[in-house]
Nanobody, 124 residues
Framework: EVQLEESGGGLVQAGGSLRLSCAAS????????IGWFRQAPGKEREEISC????????EYLDSVKGRFTLSRDSAKNTAYLQMVSLKPEDTAVYYC?????????????????WGQGTQVTVSS
């Protein structure tokens, strides 16, 4: 069974840091890109960034550039989203999703499996 499971969310003060993990199972991790998305209450889902199978990263969301960093560990079948200098506007449910081989920008249909999400709350 294909599974993606996010973890690492929580409550943090503005200026703090969190590292989200996306643990993959049930498929060959190295054959897939991992995208990160978020959705705040009452808002549309946002595409944050993506890391391809080779480790090449793509950053899509201007508001987090320079603060969020992607990585992946093939030995652990896990992708990471390191977030620093968090702001209250970063509060959202964060999701990871997989896409075959490469990243797809503004094409969520390419992501065929999603995690359940992890809540990130940044207090001011």
């Amino acid at each position: 069974e294909v599974q993606l499971e996010e973890s690492g969310g929580g409550l943090v003060q503005a200026g703090g840091s969190l590292r989200l993990s996306c643990a993959a199972s049930g498929f060959t991790f190295d054959d897939y890109a991992i995208g990160w998305f978020r959705q705040a209450p009452g808002k549309e889902r946002e595409e944050i960034s993506c890391i391809g199978y080779s480790g090449r990263t793509f950053e899509y969301l201007d508001s987090v550039k320079g603060r969020f960093t992607l990585s992946r560990d093939s030995a652990k079948n896990t992708a990471y989203l390191q977030m620093v200098s968090l702001k209250p506007e970063d509060t959202a449910v964060y999701y990871c999703a997989r896409a075959p081989i490469t990243c797809y920008h503004n094409y969520d249909e390419a992501y065929d499996a999603w995690g359940q999400g992890t809540q990130v709350t940044v207090s001011s």
